[in-house]
């Protein structure tokens, strides 16, 4: 049952609501017209045959939007969580394409991009982003235009440019666990051909779960700090150029990883161990069961070694515009983007170093622990000829791409002669691609698109996988069993990737759209597989195929607008990830066929004046058609088709968001408005899970439940004073916000070792002030 506080926050929504509608004052404001880009040309959202949200303007503000780590259920399907036991790797899935491997041989399967510039990885892709304007969220395979690794979508952020015009804001923060935000953003006054703006962001926060550990800071601290440098040249009429440079670097301790149930997939310990020792370790590890979110930790470090998470993150992007003629433009996109990232983890939670079993004779050490130290480099080049006639649309496109990765992974998960090793691999990445699109007007009202996008790269690397003289230590054996010396690896994959799409203007007002399209995840290697020849064999890449119909409806006169879209997706060679047992590492493989289908509505209704409600609620009905598994293939047994009895990962059922934006009233200080946000995601599974460990056709590892989060709810809500008039040439604002309004404290992200599980939590409720001045 709900407490009192839940009951009354919950409820607090539909009285809001019911009060908006109860208003007799209605505005004749019109609609908001959203501008995007997701075609590669600015386009009205409404005329995209593309099932697309878009949040932009003042809204990314409001809801505290500056990355991707803001964007939880906020577009129906959309999935965000943290990595386990981490606040700098995402985990993202768009329909259910998602990829829960934080590993840099690893693509993602959702494309996120920075002005039309791809950020390669999940590590170190949480970051701040400085200025930005608006942010693009596109279902469904996007392999055409964007290429590779959107098998789910793609997720554009598209920052500010410089306006030319003196004028810019400031604002600073204070709420509770210390946290301090400062934030600047300047546009100067265009000196000649150059239009110059800065943006400078720096966020700290103490630890929300007291460390009791000596030398270690409280989890879950942050210390942030963004900045981006933006130059536009307006050479002539006909040339623009526009350089950006982004700086973010975070310096945080890991949020808490805590020992959630001293039980796993394989069972207990006392059932693998034996009642004599089983017990004794089972007994020795219960004081640190933590089955609530902890309010303080006691967090084992190997040898004394803190725990931290830090990321840095470099990116130059230069895009020249050209225009021919009227009709015909040239567009070339430089990026150069570097990322540094560490971090040192416990995994397990035990809270515990070696656990003494037997004084003198016998102990045991739980630690799951380990260091990851990655550098990472992408440089990538796109020409683009963006065109129309009188009937046609059209863009055609050369794109290349190129990354180069390196990770040294020293690591322990010590149960009695497991020795500590070091798993040390490279990534690289050569693509390249050609691209066109048209759309063709067949009728005034009948639209036709076409497209086709040719891909094909090599990836390449090495790994070295050796015990060591402790951790961290010298180099032991890398020729005993499950470990070999630095083998190199290579292969090439392309693909094609066609879209075709029907667009049709039924009305001034209503749009409807059929599309089928084509995407696929990128193949690679195992860089963490425990066997040379496991590492040199390839998994081929994954492939999609979605059909989708569509509608885009605006009534002016109700001030509303709905979307709404039907999608069946199959995805074929899907690329499974699983954990090597021993090990805190993991290895990819094919295991067979699935369909995801579903449904998205989104819309927003002007309700009385100055009241606002948007909102949107995916269904995702997700299966798998063939999963080829034989119990990690490493027992021997007989491979068999366990697809009737898995459930696919990262696919939550039901995802809904609303949005209440409402002025309370109008004073002689300033405006005052209502702002909240109610977002919820269904169940969802950490791994491709058995439906039962004793199905005729089980699985090799996992299964539901155990190896589940539960439904996760959040309500922020923020009173905003605005219009503020305090001197000077603009105007201030002033506002009082709370995130995790109800302190919901769920399980939201865990890891199961086989005899024992443990959990990340959802953050605790905060809140504070804010203000801001804007000019």
């Given at each position: 049952m709900l407490t009192s506080k839940k009951q009354i926050a919950v409820r607090t929504l539909p009285v809001l609501i019911s009060l908006m509608y109860s208003s007799a004052s209605i505005s004749a404001d019109a609609l908001e017209e959203v501008i995007v880009t997701a075609q590669k040309r600015a386009e009205r959202i409404q005329d995209v045959p593309i099932a697309i949200s878009a949040i932009s303007g003042a809204q990314l503000e409001t809801r505290g939007i500056e990355g991707v780590a803001n964007l939880n259920s906020l577009a129906p399907n959309l999935m965000y969580r943290d990595n386990p036991a981490s606040s700098l790797v995402s985990t993202l899935s768009i329909r259910g394409a998602a990829t829960g491997q934080p590993g840099i041989f690893v693509d993602p399967s959702v494309g996120m991009y920075v002005d039309g510039v791809y950020i390669g990885k999940a590590q170190g892709s949480i970051f701040d982003i400085a200025d930005l304007e608006r942010v693009e969220i596109l279902r469904g395979p996007q392999g055409t235009l964007f290429g590779r690794n959107t098998e789910g979508g793609a997720i554009s952020f598209v920052t500010r440019k410089p306006s030319g015009q003196f004028s810019g804001s400031v604002a600073v923060e204070i709420g509770n666990y210390g946290h301090r935000l400062e934030r600047l953003s300047l546009d100067l006054p265009k000196l000649g051909i150059l239009s110059l703006n800065i943006a400078y962001k720096k966020e700290d926060r103490d630890g929300w779960v007291k460390e009791l550990t000596p030398g270690n800071g409280d989890s879950g601290k942050k210390n942030k700090e963004a900045y981006r440098l933006a130059a536009k040249l307006d050479i002539n009429t006909d040339l623009t150029a526009n350089y950006s440079f982004d700086h973010a670097e975070a310096n945080n301790i890991p949020p808490p990883m805590s020992l959630y149930a001293l039980r796993g997939w394989k069972g207990t310990l006392p059932s693998a161990f034996g009642p004599f020792l089983g017990n004794a370790i089972q007994n020795a590890m219960a004081p640190y069961v933590a089955t609530d979110r902890p309010k303080f930790i006691t967090t084992n470090t190997r040898n004394g070694l803190p725990l931290w998470e830090r990321s840095k993150t470099d990116g130059h992007s230069l895009i020249f515009d050209y225009k021919i003629n009227e009709k015909n433009?040239?567009?070339?996109?430089?990026?150069?983007?570097?990322?540094?990232?560490?971090?040192?983890?416990?995994?397990?939670?035990?809270?515990?170093?070696?656990?003494?079993?037997?004084?003198?004779?016998?102990?045991?050490?739980?630690?799951?622990?380990?260091?990851?130290?990655?550098?990472?480099?992408?440089?990538?080049?796109?020409?683009?000829?963006?065109?129309?006639?009188?009937?046609?649309?059209?863009?055609?496109?050369?794109?290349?791409?190129?990354?180069?990765?390196?990770?040294?992974?020293?690591?322990?998960?010590?149960?009695?002669?497991?020795?500590?090793?070091?798993?040390?691999?490279?990534?690289?990445?050569?693509?390249?691609?050609?691209?066109?699109?048209?759309?063709?007007?067949?009728?005034?009202?009948?639209?036709?698109?076409?497209?086709?996008?040719?891909?094909?790269?090599?990836?390449?690397?090495?790994?070295?996988?050796?015990?060591?003289?402790?951790?961290?230590?010298?180099?032991?054996?890398?020729?005993?069993?499950?470990?070999?010396?630095?083998?190199?690896?290579?292969?090439?994959?392309?693909?094609?990737?066609?879209?075709?799409?029907?667009?049709?203007?039924?009305?001034?007002?209503?749009?409807?759209?059929?599309?089928?399209?084509?995407?696929?995840?990128?193949?690679?290697?195992?860089?963490?597989?425990?066997?040379?020849?496991?590492?040199?064999?390839?998994?081929?890449?994954?492939?999609?195929?979605?059909?989708?119909?569509?509608?885009?409806?605006?009534?002016?006169?109700?001030?509303?607008?709905?979307?709404?879209?039907?999608?069946?997706?199959?995805?074929?060679?899907?690329?499974?990830?699983?954990?090597?047992?021993?090990?805190?590492?993991?290895?990819?493989?094919?295991?067979?066929?699935?369909?995801?289908?579903?449904?998205?509505?989104?819309?927003?209704?002007?309700?009385?004046?100055?009241?606002?409600?948007?909102?949107?609620?995916?269904?995702?009905?997700?299966?798998?058609?063939?999963?080829?598994?034989?119990?990690?293939?490493?027992?021997?047994?007989?491979?068999?088709?366990?697809?009737?009895?898995?459930?696919?990962?990262?696919?939550?059922?039901?995802?809904?968001?609303?949005?209440?934006?409402?002025?309370?009233?109008?004073?002689?200080?300033?405006?005052?408005?209502?702002?909240?946000?109610?977002?919820y995601s269904s169940q969802v599974h950490y791994y491709a899970v058995n439906k039962s460990l004793t199905a005729h056709n089980a699985g090799g590892s996992y299964e539901v439940g155990t190896d589940s989060s539960p439904p996760l709810r959040n309500i922020n809500a923020k009173l905003l004073l605005s219009n503020i008039l305090v001197g000077g040439p603009g105007e201030a604002e002033l506002s009082f916000w709370i995130k995790n309004l109800t302190d919901e404290k769920k399980p939201s992200q865990g890891i199961d070792f086989g005899l024992f599980r443990t959990t990340n939590w959802q953050p605790p409720r905060t809140y504070g002030l804010s203000f801001g001045y804007k000019w």
């Amino acid at each position: 049952m709900l407490t009192s506080k839940k009951q009354i926050a919950v409820r607090t929504l539909p009285v809001l609501i019911s009060l908006m509608y109860s208003s007799a004052s209605i505005s004749a404001d019109a609609l908001e017209e959203v501008i995007v880009t997701a075609q590669k040309r600015a386009e009205r959202i409404q005329d995209v045959p593309i099932a697309i949200s878009a949040i932009s303007g003042a809204q990314l503000e409001t809801r505290g939007i500056e990355g991707v780590a803001n964007l939880n259920s906020l577009a129906p399907n959309l999935m965000y969580r943290d990595n386990p036991a981490s606040s700098l790797v995402s985990t993202l899935s768009i329909r259910g394409a998602a990829t829960g491997q934080p590993g840099i041989f690893v693509d993602p399967s959702v494309g996120m991009y920075v002005d039309g510039v791809y950020i390669g990885k999940a590590q170190g892709s949480i970051f701040d982003i400085a200025d930005l304007e608006r942010v693009e969220i596109l279902r469904g395979p996007q392999g055409t235009l964007f290429g590779r690794n959107t098998e789910g979508g793609a997720i554009s952020f598209v920052t500010r440019k410089p306006s030319g015009q003196f004028s810019g804001s400031v604002a600073v923060e204070i709420g509770n666990y210390g946290h301090r935000l400062e934030r600047l953003s300047l546009d100067l006054p265009k000196l000649g051909i150059l239009s110059l703006n800065i943006a400078y962001k720096k966020e700290d926060r103490d630890g929300w779960v007291k460390e009791l550990t000596p030398g270690n800071g409280d989890s879950g601290k942050k210390n942030k700090e963004a900045y981006r440098l933006a130059a536009k040249l307006d050479i002539n009429t006909d040339l623009t150029a526009n350089y950006s440079f982004d700086h973010a670097e975070a310096n945080n301790i890991p949020p808490p990883m805590s020992l959630y149930a001293l039980r796993g997939w394989k069972g207990t310990l006392p059932s693998a161990f034996g009642p004599f020792l089983g017990n004794a370790i089972q007994n020795a590890m219960a004081p640190y069961v933590a089955t609530d979110r902890p309010k303080f930790i006691t967090t084992n470090t190997r040898n004394g070694l803190p725990l931290w998470e830090r990321s840095k993150t470099d990116g130059h992007s230069l895009i020249f515009d050209y225009k021919i003629n009227e009709k015909n433009t040239l567009k070339y996109i430089y990026s150069k983007r570097k990322m540094s990232f560490s971090d040192s983890l416990d995994l397990d939670g035990s809270g515990s170093g070696s656990i003494t079993i037997i004084p003198n004779v016998l102990t045991w050490n739980t630690m799951a622990y380990g260091i990851r130290d990655t550098h990472y480099e992408s440089n990538s080049n796109e020409l683009q000829w963006i065109g129309n006639s009188d009937r046609m649309n059209y863009v055609f496109g050369l794109y290349d791409f190129k990354d180069d990765g390196t990770t040294l992974g020293p690591q322990a998960l010590s149960i009695f002669a497991i020795p500590d090793l070091r798993h040390d691999y490279a990534v690289k990445t050569d693509a390249k691609a050609w691209f066109a699109q048209v759309d063709y007007k067949l009728t005034d009202r009948l639209t036709a698109t076409a497209g086709i996008r040719k891909t094909s790269e090599t990836k390449s690397g090495w790994a070295h996988h050796y015990t060591t003289n402790g951790f961290n230590g010298a180099l032991v054996s890398d020729t005993a069993v499950g470990f070999y010396p630095r083998t190199s690896y290579s292969a090439t994959f392309d693909a094609n990737t066609p879209v075709l799409a029907l667009a049709y203007r039924y009305s001034d007002t209503l749009n409807l759209y059929g599309r089928l399209a084509k995407g696929f995840k990128s193949g690679g290697f195992s860089g963490e597989a425990n066997n040379p020849v496991a590492v040199t064999t390839p998994y081929n890449p994954e492939k999609s195929s979605v059909a989708e119909l569509g509608f885009k409806a605006m009534y002016p006169d109700l001030r509303a607008q709905l979307s709404g879209t039907y999608f069946r997706t199959k995805y074929s060679d899907l690329q499974i990830t699983q954990l090597i047992p021993g090990t805190i590492s993991s290895f990819l493989t094919n295991a067979g066929k699935s369909t995801y289908q579903g449904i998205e509505l989104e819309g927003s209704i002007t309700v009385a004046d100055g009241w606002k409600l948007q909102g949107g609620y995916g269904y995702l009905d997700a299966k798998f058609d063939e999963y080829i598994d034989n119990a990690l293939n490493i027992t021997g047994q007989p491979l068999i088709d366990t697809a009737s009895n898995r459930l696919p990962p990262y696919a939550p059922k039901h995802t809904l968001n609303i949005n209440v934006d409402g002025r309370l009233l109008k004073t002689s200080l300033g405006t005052l408005r209502l702002i909240m946000d109610y977002t919820y995601s269904s169940q969802v599974h950490y791994y491709a899970v058995n439906k039962s460990l004793t199905a005729h056709n089980a699985g090799g590892s996992y299964e539901v439940g155990t190896d589940s989060s539960p439904p996760l709810r959040n309500i922020n809500a923020k009173l905003l004073l605005s219009n503020i008039l305090v001197g000077g040439p603009g105007e201030a604002e002033l506002s009082f916000w709370i995130k995790n309004l109800t302190d919901e404290k769920k399980p939201s992200q865990g890891i199961d070792f086989g005899l024992f599980r443990t959990t990340n939590w959802q953050p605790p409720r905060t809140y504070g002030l804010s203000f801001g001045y804007k000019w």
